[in-house]
């Protein structure tokens, strides 16, 4: 098989890829901060024009317009979400938070593309995805506020608890993965796939890389979805690879695609297409969603230390949401009474998250010690009992 026949992606003409760039003349003009190439997949560009795409609109030709105004009011209800979270810990209701503002369309893109049987794994930031996995704002608030973590049933949403770690999340979902492999629930339509998130800072750990060299060797189900924001905390991705990071796929053996981590349409297209390879049985893909963060990585983090306000403004003019407004309302798919049932909608989301934040309940001391084995543990007995003698001896311990 040739190199052209072996990344030919679905209904894309292999005389039309023989005609490509080949991945040397590709390397020579891309670098790993470069945001458009030969191989950007975008099916809405930043004036919110439609971009016929022959290998990806087979992916999207279901979608209808009042699939597109869901698209628009998940996004739009995520970044209330966050914007409120970020308030609430500004104001001391929180003790951290991690804003995922202009990322809302890579996440609700690949929340989307996702079957109920399908398995995620996030990182930390993938509050869109949680939205799409019916996991509530009010679910996530208890991590950032330290009463508990991820207290949703991971096995009824399929999505995982966030993990802190970072990369860590990887391994656990190449494992998992790996596993509905040798369980044999892949090979048909009918296949169950798993997609992990991370950023592109991640890609600087080993347990990512650990995570490609499991997933491809045993054909793992598995979408590696990388968000690629720019930044890894104060560090930009040109200071962690020198080549796109979706390249990087190629010398693990399975293929690796870019898409405008701002376009909604794109990024649905593209996660359902590799959603599809996985759940074929045809092993791991990689996603580059090329975003941005136009805030800070998080709450304790200020940005403008380390990147210039010109790079920020150039950003806000590809604005996810904007774009799908625009597509929307040009389109006459949208009018004015949507877009302010919409605003109406986020405000009552927000004013219910705000009065839950306030009046979460302070957990007691010993519940840390609650559900942490399946069995009762005369240790862990001990350490709870030892633990709470010891606040006893506080002035006031009484009243807790």
Known sequence: MSSAEQWTQPGENPAATAAKPTPEQVIAGLRATSEGGTELVQLLNPEGE??????????????????????????????????EANSLQRQGQLGIWVPLLGQEAAQIGAGRAMRPSDMAFPSYREHGIAWCRGVTPQELLGIFRCTDHSGWDSSATRFHPYTIVIGNQVLNAAGYAMGQRLDGRVGDDGGEATICFFGDGATSQGDVHEG?????????PLVFFCQNNQWAISEPTER???LPLYQRARGYGFPGIRVD??????????TRWALE???LGNGPVLIEAFTYRMDAHTTTDDPTRYRLSDELEAWKLKDPIERARVHLSRNGLADNDFFEQVASDTDEL?????????NM?????????????????SVLDAERDEFLSYLDGFVGAGER
Do not use: H, K
């Open 240 to 242: 962690q690879s020198r």
């Open 261 to 270: 981590g701002n376009d909604v349409l794109g990024c649905l297209a593209v």
């Open 361 to 377: 309940p302070d957990p007691p001391p010993d519940r840390i010690f609650s559900q942490v084995y399946a069995d009762p543990s």
């Open 50 to 83: 439609r971009i016929a795409s022959p290998q990806f609109d087979r992916y999207v030709e279901d979608v209808d317009a009042e699939q597109l105004r869901g698209l628009y009011r998940d996004m739009t209800m995520v970044r209330r979400v966050d914007r």
């Open 277 to 279: 390879e996985c759940r």
């Open 350 to 358: 927000a004013a219910e998250l705000r009065d839950f934040c306030v």
């Open 212 to 220: 490609f060299v499991w997933a491809s060797v045993y054909d793992a």
